[in-house]
């Protein structure tokens, strides 16, 4: 994209941003427990099934929520009540909120006046050209699909440039074209030297933007690092399989010899077989089951869920 | 114009709720029309119109309206987030939106309450009630603009008070009127244009310090809370 790459330039200087023991709670109910993370220039996944604390946590490190315990700070200084640090730090939150009355151009215009930039209305045309978004510029955002609607909201967060760049979700509502345009964008904000952090719960986005995630659960910080490491730590935990079959036992005794099965249960309605490797079970299946004579009615993997992914990582 | 004043103005007059403004002031015009052109007796519709229905409604409702409108509604729907991360000390979003809300609400009040003041009485009542509106609208603005960083439900809790406070408890308890913003403005326009149309016990010192006291406090109370803002997770 000659777009992305002559309009993102390198950072200036880097920011970190600092979570030392961060908590929120809401009356009894713990939404983030007890986070520490430094994110420092590159691109970062905050990964997590839907209600783990990721925008919790975000809003935290944005400044729109204080910590119940803890603290947030962007190079040394605390986030909360402090507007200074929207020099360096720009956010694009997963609510769709945009004055729908204004133009792109000059929503983007404006957000860089209220950051009183020397040139507004090259920044503004610079970030809106960011986001290819120079065709449709002049339109009103209540005109736009979400997908440019969120673009928008990109442009206006990177109007001044910032160090540091917050995203909630950012890929909703994006078609794959814009998704992979923005990807591209992050990747190249992330090499110029800005800390980028975007939340995600799903995984492919993650893999395919960040090379360092931070994974949540339940409020709690589940795993942080590599993405391929602990990508393989979720490919290699046990999956357990539900199988019915017309003679359940001899199955079951057949699949205790195979290396790749940990544990088979044998249960009225069926086998519950616990797999170490995914790939090697589902090709073994079909033969030990042809060289029994036993007919497989049934195969279900049990645990696919996202959620059951990152439980596993939590005992891990 | 700032900014932020520019993108409030765009704002309150881009929604549908600003309609809302305009027909109270259409009523007390209207009703001040018919009644002088029936031929009532100005003492027999003045007080009613001009302060029943002139200070004691229209001017705190259209307060309301656009008082929770240029920061509650941003509120609402979320467009805060963007005034609010720019490194804007927070008195220069509430003062200029505040100077928005008390501007606006000072000018559909203004008019109408002029006309009838002038239909009732002389140009010099119209000017009086003129003036103590658009100090009214100051002090409403602020105290609703302060309601609305203070709770979810601004509008309701502003009615609570214009309709409980000052509407019930003013007619029956003369000492709440004290904290009432509708008997300083009745003090000031009956200070400027002496009249038997006007009568509170209220006295214009207290009005005065009264109406100053509000408009700061709550414009503080305002700033402070905006530093603290917080948004709620919607997925937590």
């Known amino acids: 994209m000659t777009t992305t790459d002559s309009a993102t330039r390198p950072a200036t200087a880097t920011s970190t941003l600092d979570l030392a023991g961060v908590s929120r709670w809401y009356g009894n109910v713990?939404?983030?427990?007890?986070?520490?993370?430094?994110?420092?220039?590159?691109?970062?996944?905050?990964?997590?099934?839907?209600?783990?604390?990721?925008?919790?946590?975000?809003?935290?490190?944005?400044?729109?929520?204080?910590?119940?315990?803890?603290?947030?700070?962007?190079?040394?200084?605390?986030?909360?009540?402090?507007?200074?640090?929207?020099?360096?730090?720009?956010?694009?939150?997963?609510?769709?909120?945009?004055?729908?009355?204004?133009?792109?151009?000059?929503?983007?215009?404006?957000?860089?006046?209220?950051?009183?930039?020397?040139?507004?209305?090259?920044?503004?045309?610079?970030?809106?050209?960011?986001?290819?978004?120079?065709?449709?510029?002049?339109?009103?955002?209540?005109?736009?699909?979400?997908?440019?609607?969120?673009?928008?909201?990109?442009?206006?967060?990177?109007?001044?440039?910032?160090?540091?760049?917050?995203?909630?979700?950012?890929?909703?509502?994006?078609?794959?074209?814009?998704?992979?345009?923005?990807?591209?964008?992050?990747?190249?904000?992330?090499?110029?030297?800005?800390?980028?952090?975007?939340?995600?719960?799903?995984?492919?986005?993650?893999?395919?933007?960040?090379?360092?995630?931070?994974?949540?659960?339940?409020?709690?910080?589940?795993?942080?690092?590599?993405?391929?490491?602990?990508?393989?730590?979720?490919?290699?935990?046990?999956?357990?399989?539900?199988?019915?079959?017309?003679?359940?036992?001899?199955?079951?005794?057949?699949?205790?010899?195979?290396?790749?099965?940990?544990?088979?249960?044998?249960?009225?309605?069926?086998?519950?077989?616990?797999?170490?490797?995914?790939?090697?079970?589902?090709?073994?299946?079909?033969?030990?089951?042809?060289?029994?004579?036993?007919?497989?009615?049934?195969?279900?993997?049990?645990?696919?869920?996202?959620?059951?992914?990152?439980?596993?990582?939590?005992?891990? | 114009m700032s900014t932020v004043s520019w993108i409030t103005v765009r704002g309150l007059f881009g929604r549908r709720r600003f309609l809302l403004l305009l027909p109270l002031p259409l009523l007390l015009v209207l009703l001040a029309v018919l009644s002088r052109g029936l031929g009532v007796e100005p003492t027999d519709w003045g007080p009613p119109v001009l302060v029943g229905l002139g200070l004691a409604v229209v001017l705190p409702v259209v307060a309301l309206i656009v008082g929770t409108g240029v920061l509650g509604a941003e509120i609402d729907d979320g467009t805060v987030v963007h005034v609010l991360t720019t490194p804007l000390p927070r008195w220069q979003i509430v003062l200029p939106k505040l100077a928005v809300a008390a501007g606006v609400t000072a000018v559909t009040v203004a008019i109408p309450l002029f006309v009838a003041g002038l239909l009732a009485d002389s140009v010099r009542l119209g000017l009086a009630l003129a003036i103590a509106a658009a100090v009214g609208a100051l002090a409403y603005s602020a105290l609703f603009v302060a309601v609305s960083l203070l709770t979810r439900r601004p509008v309701l809790l502003g009615l609570v008070y214009v309709l409980i406070w000052e509407g019930l408890l003013g007619n029956v308890i003369t000492g709440t009127r004290v904290l009432s913003i509708q008997h300083y403005v009745i003090a000031l326009a009956d200070q400027l244009a002496p009249t038997d149309l006007l009568s509170t016990t209220v006295s214009v010192s207290v009005a005065v310090v009264m109406t100053v006291l509000i408009s700061v406090a709550a414009t503080f109370l305002a700033i402070d809370r905006l530093r603290s803002f917080s948004v709620a997770g919607e997925t937590s």
């Not at chain 1, 442009?155 to 909630?168: E, G, K, S």
């Not at chain 1, 357990?240 to 940990?262: H, K, N, Q, W, Y």
Request: hydrophobic share 40%; glycine share 10%.
């Open chain 1, 30 to 316: 713990v939404a983030v427990n007890d986070v520490s993370m430094s994110l420092g220039p590159g691109v970062t996944g905050l990964l997590g099934p839907n209600g783990a604390g990721k925008t919790t946590l975000l809003h935290m490190m944005a400044g729109f929520l204080a910590p119940s315990r803890g603290t947030v700070s962007l190079d040394g200084r605390s986030t909360w009540r402090n507007p200074e640090v929207y020099r360096r730090l720009g956010l694009v939150s997963e609510r769709e909120a945009v004055h729908t009355f204004l133009t792109a151009y000059e929503f983007v215009l404006a957000t860089a006046k209220l950051h009183k930039l020397p040139d507004p209305q090259s920044a503004a045309r610079r970030a809106v050209a960011l986001v290819e978004m120079e065709d449709a510029q002049d339109r009103r955002i209540g005109t736009y699909s979400k997908g440019m609607r969120q673009r928008t909201r990109v442009a206006a967060a990177l109007v001044h440039d910032p160090q540091v760049l917050l995203l909630d979700e950012p890929f909703n509502g994006m078609d794959p074209r814009q998704r992979l345009h923005m990807m591209e964008l992050l990747h190249s904000l992330g090499d110029g030297g800005r800390t980028i952090l975007f939340s995600s719960h799903i995984l492919e986005e993650v893999e395919q933007v960040s090379g360092t995630v931070q994974v949540m659960v339940a409020g709690r910080l589940a795993a942080s690092g590599d993405f391929r490491t602990i990508r393989r730590l979720m490919t290699n935990r046990p999956h357990v399989f539900a199988i019915r079959s017309t003679d359940d036992r001899a199955l079951a005794v057949a699949l205790m010899a195979e290396p790749s099965v940990g544990g088979v249960e044998l249960g009225r309605d069926g086998l519950t077989v616990r797999a170490g490797d995914y790939g090697a079970f589902t090709r073994a299946l079909p033969k030990v089951a042809l060289a029994r004579g036993v007919r497989v009615h049934q195969l279900v993997p049990e645990d696919e869920s996202l959620e059951s992914v990152f439980s596993y990582l939590v005992e891990a």
